[in-house]
Every structure is written in C-alpha cells, then in structure tokens.
C-alpha cells in the first residue's frame, strides 16, 4: 500500500509499446517461414540494427518493474506469437467485427452473488500481503471455498450449456476480474 492507502498497481504483464509490437510483427511476417537457425541468424543482425530504439523499449520496461531479460522475450514473442499472426494486426479492433465475432451473440452466465461476495472479501482480505497475486490468490480461494465452489460448480453444469473446464475458466476469469475491479477502485 502506498502512503494514501490505496493499493499500489502491480504489474504481471508487461506489453511493449505499439511501436515495437509494428517492428516485430514486420519482422516475424519477414521471416515467417525461416527455419530456426535462419530466424536467430536474421534476429540477431535485425536486434544489432535497431539497438537504439530496442534500448528505450528496455528503459520503459525496466521502469515498470520488468526484471527478466528482454531481448529474450521480444525474440520469443518475435518468433512464436507475432509471425503467426493474420492480417499483420495484433488488435482485434482492427479487424472487421464480421471476422471476430459470430453473428449471434452469446448468452452471459453468471455467477452467484455468494460466490462474488466471497472473491472480493477473499481478494480485499489478503491484497494487502506482500507475496499476493491474482493466480496464488485464486488457489487460496479455491482451498477456501472447496464447498460452495462444488455446490456452484454442480448449479452451472446442470443450468448452463458450460463444461467442468469451461466452468474452472469462468471462475478463474471472474476472479482475475474482481481483483482488478478492486485493484482500481472501480465500483468498490
């Protein structure tokens, strides 16, 4: 907590700048079909060109709080996520709706308000522990709550169209979703 009392913001995701996610996307699209030993070839001269920019990118991740090695994760995100991706657009909303959505929309199903009222007490009860994040937090909830998470789990499988898994992922979602709601304020 800072000296206000509110929470501090935590990041677990660290994104890079629109700028560097254009230069490698253009770069995976280059090499999209390279085999390995091409790709790390044509990375290496392509990272030694661009060094100056590739450093400012590393100064504003280091400023967030980023600890591990960068040129390793922009070359994995290079290499196994934006040479794959169509149209050589990361953002959905650049896409036309037609292409990301099926006509139909889909009917939202929602948890108990029991189970949300026990998330936001589970998350504002232990957000203020130094070693806290949303996914040890959710295991902690789940050891906590074993009971009504069966008796909710039993409601959807037998009311809902959603599988055991596909269950699992909406509470893990929902929960994800009320820590950052409780996180920024929002509503609370």
């Not at 700028?19 to 392509?46: P, S, T």
């Not at 400012?56 to 290499?79: C, P, S, W």
């Not at 794959?84 to 896409?95: F, R």
């Amino acid at each position: 907590m800072d000296i206000e009392g509110k929470f501090e913001k935590k990041i677990f995701r660290f994104k890079f700048s629109k700028d560097i996610v254009e230069m490698l996307i253009y770069f995976g699209k280059l090499h999209e079909y390279d085999n390995r030993h091409d790709y790390k070839d044509a990375w290496k001269r392509w990272y030694e060109n661009n060094t100056e920019i590739l450093q400012i990118e590393e100064r504003r991740l280091i400023e967030l709080g980023f600890t591990g090695n960068i040129e390793d994760k922009m070359y994995k995100a290079g290499r196994y996520y934006f040479r794959k991706i169509e149209n050589n657009s990361p953002n959905l909303e650049d896409k036309k709706p037609e292409e990301t959505f099926i006509n139909k929309k889909r009917q939202y199903i929602s948890l108990s308000r029991n189970i949300l009222n026990a998330m936001d007490n589970h998350i504002t009860t232990n957000i203020k522990n130094d070693n806290y994040t949303p996914s040890n937090g959710l295991d902690n909830f789940y050891k906590q709550n074993t009971v009504s998470l069966a008796s909710e789990t039993l409601y959807l499988e037998n009311n809902t169209t959603l599988k055991k898994n596909e269950i699992y992922l909406k509470i893990k979602k929902t929960y994800k979703n009320r820590y950052y709601l409780i996180v920024n304020n929002k509503n609370f």
